[in-house]
């Protein structure tokens, strides 16, 4: 079980690597005043640094170390609390489609997780 919680982290972190790009992308190539969010750059950093953390808690979970049990959790809790919101605030059939997705992938690694014994 503790190949299929990597494989799903791993998942989170690509998609949240492509995401970030796409932000980066969309960001910069429009034109007009930018109001209070951040700049495309510093958001692309944030979304990647944590892309990194959840790929290098994921890759520790596949050698069972059990440090990346907490953590891994609460890239789950977090992934479940802040993007599961989408299918009900999301605007578009993408954003619905993407909240949910997210935490059906949440919930199948907490799930997976529960089930992996780690050595200590």
């Not at 891994?72 to 299918?87: C, D, E, G, R």
Request: proline share 3%; hydrophobic share 55%; charged share 10%.
């Amino acid at each position: 079980m503790h190949k299929v919680a990597f494989g799903c982290g791993i998942t989170q972190a690509i998609a949240l690597s492509g995401f970030a790009v796409s932000v980066l992308i969309k960001d910069t190539n429009e034109n007009g005043v930018r109001g209070s969010t951040p700049h495309p750059y510093i958001l692309f950093t944030i979304f990647m640094l944590f892309a990194g953390a959840i790929a290098l808690v994921s890759s520790h979970l596949l050698r069972r170390s059990a440090w990346t049990r907490t953590p891994f959790i609460m890239i789950q809790v977090f992934a479940l609390l802040v993007f599961a919101y989408l299918p009900l605030n999301g605007s578009g059939n993408l954003a619905h489609l993407a909240g949910a997705s997210v935490a059906v992938i949440s919930v199948v690694a907490l799930a997976a997780l529960w089930r992996t014994d780690f050595k200590g």
